[in-house]
């Protein structure tokens, strides 16, 4: 242990140094140590003796933290022998320390210790824990509403005379897309596909209550355009900020006489008739679902199918996926898709979205075809 004789003299040194101020170091709340090329503290401030002991000055580096063994990597060292600066973490009696170690040159510039800074994070790195902890839970909560999610989704399948396929992919763990298909009664199937704004949680949780409704309206209103004003006005009743919004496509299918019976409340995304011979746009105007207005009434058209006649349905994750220079995918690519590849459709659409967005997914998208068959 060095003497008081001794002590001032390293006091002194580091004063004509010029590299660091005693009574500023002395006065700080953190932790600062001085340590030499053989890892001998040639010198302690006041909070670091007062927290580890006054006899630190003289001791070796490592047995002021309780060690029995230098540390296997040493930043002191470190900064000795390459003049770096060097920083890490260490836990002491508990808590948790960032500790930064400068090297310290003489008059000459040559390095012959190194300064040590040991700021207490021991706060920070609980609450670290306890968010990493936190997140866990939220991970697994979320994997249970995306499973959930997932489940209530519509079979692939054939309803009499129409088939169901789909491709449905989340940007993230929950989706904002949703989209159904059910048995209204013995003559009518229905259809939609929507899209809420955003994504995540919030956006998951209004696609359970668009389905939920939707399905709670079929069984007293026929109507596409009725429908949509129904959704509206229990959609209105939830009295959200008016940035919470979404939109909806909706058509009944009548599988005795084959009309094609739909209105549109806002979504951009037409969709596209097609057979061997046509291929054309549903174009129907209508207002997304937002708390806007007061009240929303809605355009029905109607066609007729036939057997061969597919309809596909698909959201603006489909259309507005960019390449690297933010180029839009674009209605066109789909419509060529179609023309080009009458088989595999969704497949054909899917892969080309991956090879155009270079498999960078920014937005849900989900994708949808019906398939008259008979």
């Avoid at 057979?275 to 809605?298: A, D």
Wanted: hydrophobic share 35%; with cysteine.
């Amino acid at each position: 242990m060095l003497g008081k004789e001794n002590l001032n003299y390293v006091e002194k040194k580091i004063e004509e140094y010029g590299m660091l101020n005693y009574h500023v170091l002395e006065g700080m709340a953190d932790w600062v140590r001085v340590v030499d090329k053989d890892g001998t503290i040639i010198y302690a401030n006041k909070t670091m003796k007062e927290a580890l002991g006054k006899d630190l000055v003289g001791m070796k580096c490592y047995r002021a933290h309780g060690k029995k063994m230098p540390c296997s990597f040493c930043i002191t060292e470190r900064s000795i022998n390459t003049g770096e600066i060097v920083q890490k973490e260490e836990k002491i009696n508990g808590r948790y320390f960032s500790v930064k170690s400068s090297p310290v040159t003489n008059s000459e510039g040559k390095v012959f210790a190194a300064v040590e800074v040991f700021r207490d994070v021991t706060r920070e790195r609980k609450l670290e824990l306890e968010l990493i902890e936190k997140n866990k839970k939220m991970s697994k909560d979320l994997g249970f509403a995306k499973r959930i999610q997932e489940k209530i989704l519509p079979n692939k399948e054939i309803l009499d005379n129409i088939s169901i396929d789909y491709i449905y992919r989340p940007s993230e763990m929950l989706s904002g897309d949703m989209f159904d298909v059910f048995h209204i009664d013995d003559e009518n199937i229905g259809i939609y596909i929507s899209d809420v704004s955003g994504h995540g949680v919030a956006a998951a949780m209004m696609t359970m209550f668009i389905r939920q409704t939707m399905r709670s309206i079929k069984d007293d209103i026929l109507s596409p355009s009725v429908t949509l004003s129904e959704l509206y006005r229990r959609f209105s009743t939830l009295n959200l900020e008016v940035d919470k919004y979404f939109t909806i496509f909706y058509g009944v299918f009548n599988k005795i006489t084959y009309e094609f019976r739909y209105s549109n409340a806002g979504h951009n995304c037409i969709p596209i008739r097609y057979n061997k011979n046509k291929m054309e746009t549903l174009e129907i105007k209508g207002y997304p679902m937002t708390l806007l207005f007061k009240e929303i009434f809605y355009e029905e058209k109607s066609i007729k199918l036939s057997k061969g006649d597919k309809i596909l349905f698909y959201t603006d994750g489909i259309t507005e996926a960019k390449d690297k220079s933010g180029r839009e995918f674009g209605i066109e690519s789909v419509m060529e898709i179609i023309e080009n590849h009458k088989e595999n459709i969704l497949n054909e659409i899917n892969n080309n979205i991956i090879t155009h967005s270079w498999g960078e997914q920014q937005d849900d998208f989900a994708i949808v075809l019906m398939d008259v068959i008979k």
